[in-house]
């Protein structure tokens, strides 16, 4: 079986989410997703709309996604690997590089975003 993680905040859902979890699955036969918890967000800087339970739920519910686990910080992603025998690391292309240190471990593949939506547009949008 080959398995497949990606990580994120999921908050408000969109086509672009979507879209990568989409690709993402069909690159392998399970996938991971790990989601920011609120804590971890904090610590990013970032507020989500949705609480972390929200957003689990909300990502449980979506065909593609086999298993969704927290993220708590940007040092588990080698554990989850190990622990989850991961085979493909897969995130957007806004994070080209990043995780390159990954590559010991399994295969990094950064996917193209869906042009024209994000979660900050949306925000914006609704500021406005």
């Known amino acids: 079986m080959k398995k497949i993680v990606t990580?994120?905040?999921y908050d408000l859902i969109?086509?672009?989410h979507i879209n990568?979890?989409?690709?993402?699955?069909?690159?392998g036969d399970y996938l991971?997703?790990?989601i920011?918890?609120?804590?971890?967000?904090?610590?990013?800087?970032?507020?989500?709309?949705?609480s972390f339970e929200d957003r689990k739920l909300i990502l449980e519910s979506i065909r593609y996604v086999d298993m969704v686990i927290p993220e708590d910080s940007w040092k588990q992603k080698v554990n989850d690997i190990k622990e989850f025998d991961i085979d493909t690391l897969v995130m957007g292309?806004?994070?080209i590089g990043k995780f390159d240190y990954l590559k010991s471990y399994?295969?990094?593949?950064?996917?193209?975003?869906?042009?024209?939506i994000?979660?900050?547009?949306?925000?914006?949008g609704i500021s406005d």
């Not at 399994?106 to 024209?116: A, D, E, F, Q």
């Open 7 to 9: 990580y994120g905040t």
């Open 14 to 16: 969109h086509a672009g």
């Open 20 to 27: 990568l979890l989409r690709r993402a699955k069909s690159m």
């Open 32 to 34: 991971i997703v790990g």
């Open 36 to 50: 920011s918890t609120d804590h971890f967000n904090k610590i990013k800087n970032k507020q989500a709309y949705h």
């Open 93 to 95: 292309d806004d994070w």
């Open 106 to 116: 399994c295969n990094v593949i950064y996917l193209p975003r869906t042009k024209g």
């Open 118 to 124: 994000s979660t900050s547009e949306i925000k914006r």
